[in-house]
């Protein structure tokens, strides 16, 4: 069995630390059948771990406990019913706000596209109507206009049905709130 | 208190049961420190330099073995500063090889003198062979042979893969058995290869 010295010194080190697959175990155990130099330096080897082995410890010369000045400022304990809070916590009510968020964004963006296509809909049609009324009754002219108003123009329709005014207050609330529990988790962690 | 307790109160900011922590792995690290470092006053600084970040980086502790995390924090800790060393021109890695005060550090109360000078031969000449390999041999036997981890923990200790570990293990090893078999002479009789 042909080895190079590297590839039988770690195979006869790792032999020695019991991290040897059964395969190479029969290697080792022919090596060591056939090969002299082997067996001499699985001895050789063996000595020089049980020399490290019986090297004295080195006391420790004095304790290396922290105190608050080696650390630096003193990260402020989470009392009381803050004491739960742990950064996955925090990772979790990021991810839910984000999300919610998105929703809130996406909805109000979606519902505002739809109102905008209804409203070009209803301007292509009103002319017709109007003309129409126009035609038979000129006073029909303010009921259709007080109609058009009703649909749509004036009062578009709104994701939720909550008021524009609220969704923007909404919308910023929640990305302002996202930031913050990112920068509180990215501080928790590095703290 | 157990240690997973102690490192979920130390990581939220309880400085008491960070240092209990310490008190249980404080003889390992500046073992360890000592063995890269070679010298007591490096290891000292290198130990605490370790356990202050540690503490202020228990948040990235994320499970495992706790002393294959905090080994790898001074192993790092070691490496700063040997290239500290490297950087300063007024000091040399050569100041590292050896301490003169060490052998005042190995007094044994409990044993008798004529063993205790034996076994000062033998620590002094073996670290001055581990001394002698590179750096990440050095750490790695350290690692195996004295503080007693088991492969996988060496390879979180030093960020790297049970190969590596193996090889790096094997070559330290030889190197080692080379120096000491070169000097024979200047080990003490108990410990020649072929007294026992």
């Given at each position: 069995?042909?080895?190079?010295?590297?590839?039988?010194?770690?195979?006869?080190?790792?032999?020695?630390?019991?991290?040897?697959?059964?395969?190479?175990?029969?290697?080792?155990?022919?090596?060591?059948?056939d090969d002299p130099v082997?067996?001499?330096?699985?001895?050789?080897?063996?000595?020089?771990?049980?020399?490290?082995?019986?090297?004295?410890?080195?006391?420790?010369?004095?304790?290396?406990?922290?105190?608050?000045?080696?650390?630096?400022?003193?990260?402020?304990?989470?009392?009381?019913?803050?004491?739960?809070?742990?950064?996955?916590?925090?990772?979790?009510?990021?991810?839910?706000?984000?999300i919610l968020l998105v929703?809130?964004?996406?909805?109000?963006?979606?519902?505002?596209?739809?109102?905008?296509?209804?409203?070009?809909?209803?301007?292509?049609?009103?002319?017709?109507?109007?003309?129409?009324?126009?035609?038979?009754?000129?006073?029909?002219?303010?009921?259709?206009?007080?109609?058009?108003?009703?649909?749509?123009?004036?009062?578009?329709?709104?994701?939720?049905?909550?008021?524009?005014?609220?969704?923007?207050a909404l919308e910023v609330?929640?990305?302002?709130?996202?930031?913050?529990?990112?920068?509180?988790?990215?501080?928790?962690?590095?703290? | 208190?157990?240690?997973?307790?102690?490192?979920?109160?130390?990581?939220?900011?309880?400085?008491?049961?960070?240092?209990?922590?310490?008190?249980?792995?404080?003889?390992?690290?500046?073992?360890?420190?000592?063995?890269?470092?070679?010298?007591?006053?490096?290891?000292?600084?290198?130990?605490?330099?370790?356990?202050?970040?540690?503490?202020?980086?228990?948040?990235?502790?994320?499970?495992?073995?706790?002393?294959?995390?905090?080994?790898?924090?001074?192993?790092?800790?070691?490496?700063?500063?040997?290239?500290?060393?490297?950087?300063?021109?007024?000091?040399?890695?050569?100041?590292?090889?050896?301490?003169?005060?060490?052998?005042?550090?190995?007094?044994?109360?409990?044993?008798?003198?004529?063993?205790?000078?034996?076994?000062?031969?033998?620590?002094?000449?073996?670290?001055?062979?581990?001394?002698?390999?590179?750096?990440?041999?050095?750490?790695?036997?350290?690692?195996?042979?004295?503080?007693?981890?088991?492969?996988?923990?060496?390879?979180?200790?030093?960020?790297?893969?049970?190969?590596?570990?193996?090889?790096?293990?094997?070559?330290?090893?030889?190197?080692?058995?080379?120096?000491?078999?070169?000097?024979?002479?200047?080990?003490?009789?108990?410990?020649?290869?072929?007294?026992?």
């Open positions: 069995m042909n080895f190079r010295t590297e590839d039988r010194d770690q195979l006869l080190s790792a032999y020695l630390d019991g991290q040897t697959s059964p395969r190479e175990q029969a290697r080792v155990a022919a090596l060591l059948e082997a067996r001499s330096d699985l001895q050789t080897l063996t000595y020089t771990r049980q020399l490290l082995a019986e090297t004295p410890r080195v006391p420790v010369p004095r304790a290396f406990t922290l105190n608050e000045s080696m650390v630096g400022v003193r990260r402020p304990e989470r009392a009381g019913w803050l004491a739960w809070l742990q950064p996955a916590h925090l990772r979790l009510a990021t991810a839910m706000m984000a929703v809130l964004v996406a909805g109000d963006f979606g519902t505002r596209w739809q109102a905008s296509g209804h409203t070009s809909a209803s301007a292509l049609v009103a002319p017709a109507g109007g003309l129409a009324l126009d035609q038979g009754d000129p006073t029909g002219i303010t009921a259709a206009k007080t109609a058009t108003t009703e649909s749509g123009i004036a009062s578009p329709a709104t994701f939720l049905g909550l008021p524009q005014t609220t969704l923007l609330g929640l990305a302002i709130l996202v930031l913050l529990l990112l920068a509180a988790g990215w501080r928790m962690t590095r703290a | 208190m157990d240690e997973q307790r102690l490192i979920e109160a130390a990581s939220r900011g309880d400085l008491a049961a960070f240092n209990q922590l310490v008190m249980s792995y404080q003889a390992m690290a500046y073992n360890l420190a000592f063995r890269i470092l070679g010298t007591g006053d490096s290891a000292q600084d290198a130990t605490q330099e370790a356990f202050i970040k540690a503490y202020r980086n228990l948040g990235q502790y994320r499970g495992g073995s706790f002393k294959a995390w905090l080994l790898r924090i001074v192993t790092n800790a070691c490496y700063d500063y040997l290239r500290q060393v490297q950087r300063r021109p007024t000091s040399s890695l050569d100041d590292l090889s050896a301490d003169p005060e060490y052998t005042g550090q190995l007094i044994d109360p409990l044993e008798a003198p004529s063993d205790y000078a034996l076994r000062q031969e033998l620590s002094t000449l073996i670290q001055r062979g581990i001394a002698s390999l590179p750096i990440e041999q050095r750490t790695v036997l350290v690692l195996s042979d004295i503080e007693g981890l088991s492969y996988e923990e060496i390879a979180q200790a030093m960020d790297t893969s049970l190969g590596t570990v193996k090889s790096r293990l094997s070559r330290a090893r030889a190197k080692l058995r080379d120096y000491l078999l070169e000097r024979q002479e200047l080990l003490p009789s108990r410990y020649r290869l072929g007294n026992d």
